[in-house]
């Protein structure tokens, strides 16, 4: 598989990192809002195109308490993977699911975790190391360090090692690739008007102003205007 290659359903796998509170709360390299957010875009895209997502949370009970509980609604059937060490690839459930995956060609592996310089640093640095075939995709806005240096440090020392930043929009439309494929179309259009800021707001400008479409909600009636005398 070569990094020319871009990401598709079919080659590619999903790992959420720690997207727990109490590693939210030292997060100061993105908006927390945004963050999640943009967590839970790119988990719904991953739902959308039927890619496999590993889930791993580190010292649940005694630290960072429970993952999004928006996240774990877009996939409320799959295992969480527990862990004490920092480094997600340390823990030997965290290496079978990807391994499962990637033998049926998914070796590209999108990461989205906290914090970016240590818990994805340290398991993308280790998982390149140990399986020189996998690809490491890093989503840089549905991920968050400690201060704005950390995290752009953390992305430089990544990068140099041969791992690739990405957005999770950025993945989201590789997924989708052609507005031909109508099987998602609806559903991605669906997830970027409630995820993609200014883009979707754009859409909805579109379908209602250009195309003439109904809006997306109902509401009262428009009165006015009614200049004051």
Known sequence: MSKLEVLTPANSQLIFIDQQPQ???????????????????LAKAAKIFNVPTTITTVE????????FPELLAVFPEDDILERTSM????????????????ANGRKKIVVSGLWTEVCNTTFALSALHDVPDYEIYMVADASGGTS?????????????????????????????RDWARRETYEAVTTLVKEHSGAYGMGIDYAYTMVHDAEERVKHGKRIGPNPAK
């Open 148 to 176: 704005v240096d950390a995290h752009k440090y953390a992305m430089d020392r990544m990068v140099q090692a041969g791992i690739i930043p990405v957005t999770w929009q950025q993945v989201l439309l590789e997924w989708q």
């Open 60 to 67: 649940t009970q005694s630290f960072s308490g429970n993952t």
């Open 23 to 41: 590693m939210a709360f030292g997060v100061q390299s993105i908006d927390r809002q945004t963050l999640k957010n943009n967590v839970v875009g």
């Open 87 to 102: 480094n997600s690839w340390d823990d030997q459930n965290v290496r079978d699911a990807l391994a499962k995956n990637a």
